[in-house]
């Protein structure tokens, strides 16, 4: 009787013991992250609370995703200089670096490789193939409708000199909407308006021009103009994927 009082005895002193013992390391616990988020909190200081808080949550992200801590401190001081300077232009974390996930999936695998964009030869070529086929389809429309009516319609040198002209001139300015895009400086409004004007007015008067020597400029019959639109046309697809020409949206 003796021996089980003193068992009983024993393990309400252990159940004491492990719980107290349970207590001192949850306490502990919450104390180191109490001064893990103050010492977070004062590395961000001088931001916004909205970036703030965006920083607080995408460290802690980092470090659940196992994140060394020597990659994941060298990354938030980056953004946070970054942040400092960035905010006085108003500038908000979540959008001008993503959600929190997003960031830090791009910190964990590294930033997305930029893809080059092509040459400005492959962009000439690939717009002036695309002018070309839609001005022999027309042509063979406008051909058609002229043996009709006894009228004479322009031919090959004024179809390949405007479709060579309209080639070079959307490759120039499909470079200036991509610098656009890419943040780089930019070329002002107005002045992209005043090119687009006299881009225009000049390819009008290289048609007139061209239309205009009737020696080389002779009209071809419908079929010729309706082979030369099948060939064009496939010519720029198969050179669009073999020179990795992007689509565009003119």
């Not at 920083?55 to 060298?74: I, T, Y």
């Not at 200089?81 to 993503?98: D, H, I, P, S, T």
């Not at 205009?212 to 669009?240: D, E, F, H, Q, T």
Request: proline share 4%; aromatic share 10%; charged share 25%.
């Amino acid at each position: 009787m003796g021996e089980s009082v003193g068992q009983d005895s024993n393990e309400n002193e252990n159940k004491k013991r492990n719980e107290n013992v349970a207590k001192q390391q949850s306490e502990t616990l919450k104390e180191k992250k109490r001064e893990s988020f103050t010492e977070d909190k004062d590395s961000f200081a001088g931001l916004t609370k909205r970036n703030e808080d965006y920083m607080f949550r995408l460290n802690r992200h980092l470090e659940e995703e196992g994140v060394s801590e020597e990659k994941r401190k060298e990354a938030i001081e980056q953004m946070t200089v970054e942040l400092l300077e960035k905010q006085k232009q108003g500038v908000v974390a979540a959008k001008y670096y993503g959600t929190v996930s997003e960031r830090a999936q791009e910190i964990i695998s590294g930033p997305k490789k930029v893809q080059a964009p092509p040459a400005f030869w492959k962009i000439a070529l690939d717009n002036g193939l695309m002018i070309f086929t839609l001005f022999c389809v027309m042509y063979a429309a406008l051909t058609q409708f002229a043996v009709k009516t006894g009228q004479t319609n322009s031919g090959i040198l004024t179809l390949v000199v405007t479709s060579v002209f309209a080639g070079v001139g959307m490759a120039y300015f499909y470079r200036i909407a991509a610098q656009r895009r890419s943040g780089a400086k930019k070329m002002p409004f107005w002045k992209v308006i005043l090119l687009s004007l006299i881009f225009m007015v000049v390819w009008v008067a290289v048609y007139t021009i061209t239309d205009n020597i009737p020696l080389l400029n002779r009209p071809l019959p419908v079929i010729a103009y309706a082979i030369l639109a099948v060939l064009s046309y496939g010519s720029r697809y198969l050179l669009k994927k073999k020179l990795n020409i992007p689509s565009k949206p003119f």
